[in-house]
């Protein structure tokens, strides 16, 4: 049996806690900033609509059709798609922002709890037996209850028998994420007093995630190549704006020492 607390699975009180913790560092973020914590909170609960809209619909795009309303209910958010809908809604919605707070100093105090909301989901990922990995022997390797998606996929690709209680044991794609995920809150908020422009924290997370998810997908299982495209673009993307800032930066400098 998957994983439950007090007869619900675990899935969707784990996306709740992962939101309700970054909310609070985004607010602890905002609060040592001076900022007016309730006035940025309208914004972001107005990009919520955006991001959840984004993942399921990227959900479907992967998927190819529209599944019956209790299943997609139940799950199918896809990282991809919540960060474009992030993206494009910060944009769209950025008058709703303080005078003064611009997008992307907002994304920059944003970055921390974006990074730390999507580790604490992974969790929801293993609770369920989703986004998990290939075959693996290695030691760390998961193996997924009756009935995660893990065990049937298995059991119908004949890899196991109808009656295993477990799957094979596989890679922990989703802790493989987490991992780098919580890196990656622990280097932006370290890094957030360090910063040289505002958005230079966005672009650095939008670069190192895209850059190091693209090859973990392909430990996928089954493999989807949809996974590979976002992520990689956006990293790509990112890295192109960070060596041209530093490469215009430097060129200042430059020019103002000669």
Request: aromatic letters at 12%; one cysteine or more; glycine letters at 8%.
């Amino acid at each position: 049996m998957l994983p439950r607390l007090f007869g619900i699975t675990l899935y969707r009180p784990t996306l709740l806690v992962a939101i309700l913790a970054g909310l609070a560092l985004h607010a602890f973020l905002l609060r040592r900033e001076r900022l007016p914590v309730m006035r940025v909170f309208l914004f972001v609960m107005a990009l919520l609509p955006c991001a959840l809209i984004g993942a399921k619909l990227y959900s479907m795009l992967m998927i190819g059709r529209v599944q019956p309303l209790r299943v997609e209910l139940l799950g199918g958010l896809r990282y991809p798609g919540a960060l474009l809908g992030l993206l494009l809604g910060a944009v769209a919605l950025r008058r709703l922002l303080p005078t003064g707070l611009s997008v992307a100093r907002w994304g920059d105090l944003f970055t921390p709890a974006f990074a730390l909301e999507i580790a604490i989901g992974r969790l929801a990922c293993v609770f369920t037996g989703c986004c998990f990995g290939s075959v693996s022997s290695l030691p760390w390797a998961m193996q997924f209850s009756k009935p995660s998606l893990a065990w049937y996929l298995h059991m119908d690709g004949r890899l196991i028998p109808p009656d295993a209680l477990v799957s094979l044991p596989v890679h922990p794609l989703p802790v493989y994420f987490m991992l780098i995920e919580l890196a990656l809150v622990a280097f932006t908020l370290w890094f957030l007093r360090r910063k040289s422009y505002d958005g230079q924290v966005v672009l650095i997370f939008l670069a190192v995630h895209g850059l190091i998810k693209f090859p973990l997908e392909y430990l996928r299982y089954p493999y989807e190549w949809l996974h590979q495209p976002v992520p990689l673009v956006l990293g790509l993307a990112a890295s192109a704006v960070l060596v041209a800032q530093w490469l215009r930066r430097r060129g200042s400098n430059a020019y103002a020492h000669a």
